[in-house]
């Protein structure tokens, strides 16, 4: 029988977090942008890999590469957001100043103040980087490889790209979820529930009719329902495939893809004929986790793209979809990403509790086995 393998402490503890930030997203593959963002030399956008402050950026042949953002000076942070730095990469504490190369190219005052600096040693530290479907990822280890991260899902992955021009990019929601990161994954990945926490949304499906298949490091979820009413959003998709020419019913005479990917360990897609929902989690703290998820979807479902301030629990002020400004209980709105939100929150209240304990996971790949599967993978940094 699968079980759980991580600690209550796992999930509440500053200590294990703190280990987690070390150990796991700072050797791990982080979303970090759009390869559309950064069309032209100089161009470059920001992010941060468990400890490590990074930067992507175009260099002068059109080349991507991945630095730490800090400089090798006194290590302030060189760029900030995204945008073009020009020729240049300028230091703006004390004006050090880099090339797009990453190679030191001049510091001030040099004769007076540093008469013996090689500056061929004093390169920015570089990061490693992989685009795939027109989303960058990048790891803080600069001999990490991309192709054996994102290998394993050849052959089963998403016909979409985001950079398809019949494709129209959304809002972007931010949800504040007062969890774990690891509460949020693991629900994403319990097919036990869906029939019922979700019953009057999704409607299922039952264990026995969905599943999860490991592609390395990254998981992708199929539903093998083909006939329940019930199973509101595999039917419909199933009768939307012959219009776009696309499969997410595994199966089927064409081989199909997944209802969603969970790219380890903190990247989350979520495809339709119609749509691609992209989302990262960016781990606060041991109870706090923010969800940025943004939709890109035809032309003939512009309608459903832009709903942010409709969503249940929309808070004007931070612009963030909180808990707090839920009108009406979670079970009420009609929504399954509230439904799990609710869930997700209250299992963190939960884990608390010093009488908190785990029983037996639902057997098989459609009912909890694979909260095993990625408890191990965390192990495995921890």
């Known amino acids: 029988m699968p079980k759980q393998l991580l600690p209550r402490e796992a999930y509440t503890s500053a200590e294990w977090f703190s280990r ?12 970090i942008g759009l390869a559309s ?10 992010g941060k890999a468990g400890h490590y402050p990074v ?19 006194r290590g302030t942070e060189l760029l900030e957001g995204q945008g073009n730095t020009g020729k240049t990469l300028v230091c703006p504490y004390h004006r050090w100043t880099y090339g797009l190369n990453g190679e ?10 540093f008469p013996d600096i090689n500056r061929k040693e004093w390169s920015l530290k570089e990061a490693s980087i992989g685009v795939f479907k027109g989303m960058m990822f990048v790891n803080p280890d600069p001999k990490q490889s991309f192709d054996d991260w994102i290998g394993p899902l050849a052959g089963a992955e ?17 949800y504040r979820l007062k969890c774990n990161w690891k509460v949020f994954f693991e629900n994403a990945i319990d097919g036990y529930h869906l029939a019922y926490l979700h019953e009057n949304t999704l409607g299922g499906p039952l264990p026995g009719l969905n599943e999860w298949e490991s592609h ?8 093998t329902e083909r006939d329940s009413v019930r ?8 009768e939307q495939a012959s219009k776009y020419s696309m499969l997410t019913i595994k199966g089927a005479e064409e081989p199909g893809y997944g209802g969603v990917y969970m790219l380890f360990p903190t990247t989350i897609v979520t495809p339709s004929p119609w749509s691609l929902t992209l989302s990262r989690m960016e781990p606060v703290d041991p109870d706090t986790t923010l969800l940025r998820a943004r939709t890109w979807i035809t032309k003939s479902w512009m309608n459903y793209a ?8 929309y808070n004007p002020q931070s612009g963030m979809i909180e808990s707090d400004h839920w009108k009406v209980h979670p079970l009420e709105t009609g929504d399954f990403q509230t439904e799990d939100v609710w869930v997700c929150e209250k299992m963190q209240r939960s884990l608390h509790s010093p009488v908190y304990s785990v029983g037996p996971y639902s057997k098989g790949s459609g009912g909890e086995a694979m909260l095993e599967e990625f408890q191990k993978m965390v192990l495995g940094y921890l």
Request: with cysteine; net charge negative; glycine share 6%.
């Open 20 to 31: 987690e930030q070390e150990n796991l997203f700072s050797k791990t593959w982080s979303f």
């Open 37 to 46: 963002e950064i069309s032209k030399p100089g161009d470059f956008v920001t």
């Open 55 to 73: 930067a992507v950026v175009q260099n002068s042949d059109g080349e991507l590469r991945a630095y730490h953002n800090l400089c090798r000076h």
């Open 104 to 113: 030191l190219r001049g510091l001030p005052n040099k004769a007076e103040c």
């Open 158 to 174: 998403w016909p979409h790209d985001i950079e398809d021009a019949s494709l129209v990019a959304g809002e972007e929601f931010v």
């Open 216 to 223: 390395g490091q990254n998981l992708a979820w199929y539903s």
């Open 231 to 238: 199973n509101r959003i595999p039917k419909f998709v199933e």
């Open 306 to 313: 832009d709903r942010l301030k409709d969503t249940p629990g």
